[in-house]
């Protein structure tokens, strides 16, 4: 019973790899969830407002970008991210902003 988990949508025990519940079809997972080129082409087009960040789920750090938007400097900061994001690999990204 140790290779069992409950299911996220329906409680019912399922297997720990499972990638969805085979009951009631809820996805088990959330790791690898978001986008890195949506949020490397939002960071490009739209970074100075902070969008990245808030695709990213980093509500502080967007709000900062939206409070320091008049000043050109979040601006910079998303073009330099934009080029990390696209530089780093899949599984780092995943990883790190899941």
Not at 26 to 36: H, I, L, S, V
């Amino acid at each position: 019973m140790s290779d069992m988990v409950f299911c996220r949508g329906c409680g019912k025990p399922i297997h720990k790899e499972a990638v969805a519940c085979p009951n009631c079809g809820a996805p088990q997972r959330t790791e690898g969830t978001k986008n890195k080129i949506v949020a490397a082409l939002l960071a490009f087009f739209l970074g100075w407002f902070g969008a990245h960040k808030f695709y990213l789920g980093k509500i502080g750090q967007g709000v900062l970008y939206l409070l320091f938007c008049w000043t050109g400097i979040p601006a910079i900061i998303a073009f330099i991210e934009f080029i990390i994001y696209l530089c780093m690999s899949e599984e780092k990204f995943a990883r790190r902003y899941g």
